[in-house]
């Protein structure tokens, strides 16, 4: 049986859900921030601030999807003892 040395533990694992919770919220804090800034003027406003927000959300999805699909790349290679070709994977 090969043993192989955690890079991370599950306390470790535990601690990065608190940052991803809050960008998530500050994400959906700034859209709503958005529209109550621009509510006082006119409904025209409000739904071309909400238009542009829905465009920010998909972006940063988006963006958000890519990097974690770099991830599994990046850790199958360093679960493989592959570093080099981790480190040609993260750039």
């Given at each position: 049986?090969?043993?192989?040395?955690?890079l991370f533990s599950n306390k470790d694992l535990k601690n990065l859900i608190v940052p991803l919770f809050l960008e998530q919220l500050l994400?959906?804090?700034?859209?709503?921030?958005?529209?109550?800034?621009?509510?006082?003027?006119?409904?025209?406003?409000?739904?071309?601030?909400?238009?542009?927000?829905?465009?920010?959300?998909?972006?940063?999805?988006?963006?958000?999807?890519?990097?974690?699909?770099?991830?599994?790349?990046?850790?199958?290679?360093?679960?493989?003892?592959?570093?080099?070709?981790?480190?040609?994977?993260?750039?």
């Amino acid at each position: 049986m090969i043993r192989h040395e955690e890079l991370f533990s599950n306390k470790d694992l535990k601690n990065l859900i608190v940052p991803l919770f809050l960008e998530q919220l500050l994400v959906a804090l700034v859209g709503i921030a958005d529209v109550f800034v621009i509510g006082f003027v006119g409904e025209a406003a409000v739904s071309g601030v909400l238009l542009v927000n829905s465009f920010n959300t998909i972006f940063i999805y988006l963006f958000t999807a890519l990097s974690s699909g770099g991830a599994v790349v990046i850790s199958q290679y360093i679960g493989k003892q592959e570093t080099g070709r981790a480190g040609q994977a993260a750039t």
